[in-house]
């Protein structure tokens, strides 16, 4: 049997859903798992190199054909705490945003807010890896993942993109789900949802495994981090999609 090609984010907001996954010997027996960061994980889904992958939702309209047949996902309904605008001084003094190469819904995100949400017209770069060390006096960058959890100690201005999302649109916000470019059997995906939720429901051991001295983990994976897809972050999902083709 040939195993299915499966793609994880590597940030610290998938341990919860990888916590099972890798400790189900039955269900590691019938996939490949890798994990990268976000848009290179979503260009393996594009290009066929993976079968299914927690990847950028913002990828989707590149997508031939796709299915979301799990029912976990990374979102966030008010501040993700890890997707944020990170400034020296307020966004009206921004006079350019450096974009996350690491990111595709993220800087999405941030587009469809300067335009909708607050109404701006800032120059947005798209950004290489060494772009933190540049985020001072009037630019502004979009940072993601673990590196943003350690930024938050270190800018003045911090705008978190979901919860801007949320008194935008006053919905959640859908970052990231398992989405597949074929259909997948539904033992495997039942299987596969049955070890997403062990770690949700077994948050005190994965936190243990996962010692990080930045940000309150707790506080990350139950309170700013929501694991669930609900019809709520598919309209969500539907509205961000409509906007980010009107840009």
Aim: with cysteine; hydrophobic share 40%; net charge neutral.
């Amino acid at each position: 049997m040939n195993k299915i090609k499966v793609g994880a984010v590597s940030y610290l907001n998938t341990k919860p859903l990888l916590w099972g996954i890798e400790k189900s010997p039955e269900l590691m027996q019938q996939l490949e798992l890798t994990t990268d960061y976000p848009s290179k994980i979503a260009k393996q889904l594009l290009n066929d190199e993976i079968d299914i992958g927690l990847v950028p939702v913002a990828i989707i309209p590149l997508m031939k054909e796709y299915y979301i047949d799990s029912d976990y996902c990374i979102g966030a309904d008010g501040d993700v705490a890890s997707v944020c605008l990170f400034s020296d001084v307020e966004l009206e003094k921004v006079d350019k945003i450096l974009l996350d190469y690491q990111s595709r819904t993220s800087v999405n995100l941030c587009r469809v807010l300067l335009k909708n949400h607050w109404k701006k017209e800032i120059p947005v770069e798209d950004a290489g890896p060494d772009f933190i060390e540049r985020i001072k006096g009037t630019t502004a960058a979009v940072l993601i993942g673990n590196r943003a959890l350690q930024q938050r100690k270190h800018s003045k201005y911090i705008y978190d993109l979901a919860g801007e999302w949320k008194k935008f649109t006053g919905l959640p916000f859908l970052f990231a789900a398992w989405i597949a470019n074929k259909k997948l059997p539904a033992g495997f995906i039942e299987l596969f949802d049955k070890k997403n939720a062990e770690g949700l429901e077994n948050i005190d051991a994965v936190i243990a495994e996962n010692k990080y001295e930045y940000y309150d983990l707790h506080t990350y994976f139950t309170k700013n981090i929501s694991y669930k897809i609900n019809d709520e972050k598919r309209k969500a999902m539907d509205l961000f999609l409509k906007l980010l083709n009107q840009l």
